[in-house]
Nanobody, 124 residues
């Protein structure tokens, strides 16, 4: 299983970015897929996820600004990030797991597969 995240960059506050995560060796069918982020000196933080049934979950800090989606073929997922803030600056990681339950989705320790991360920097 390989996950490849892309789409990061340097933007100004208020701008938008779209992150993508492509899977090889697995599809997103029957899997939880999600995004986490990690800022320097901080722990990895949950951002958003899609459950096996298609329910979307967001952290309070990004709700209303970020939108997670997956394609119909279920091999690519995206994170549309709007109204970016300097505090959104972090390395963003995509993740996948087949055995999660909804109550555990925010715990990075519970996810089995990770992409390599893509840097998002938001300047003020």
């Amino acid at each position: 299983v390989q996950l490849q995240a892309s789409g990061g960059g340097l933007v100004q506050a208020g701008d938008s970015l779209r992150l993508s995560c492509a899977a090889s060796g697995v599809t997103f069918r029957n899997a939880y897929i999600g995004w986490f982020r990690q800022a320097p000196g901080k722990e990895r933080e949950f951002v958003s996820a899609i459950t096996k049934s298609g329910t979307t979950v967001y952290s309070d800090s990004v709700k209303g600004r970020f939108t997670i989606s997956r394609d119909a073929a279920k091999t690519t997922m995206s994170l549309q990030m709007n109204s970016l803030k300097p505090e959104d600056t972090a390395v963003y990681f995509c993740a996948l797991d087949h055995t999660l339950i909804l109550s555990s989705v925010r715990d990075p320790q519970r996810w089995d597969y990770w992409g390599q991360g893509t840097q998002v920097t938001v300047s003020s």
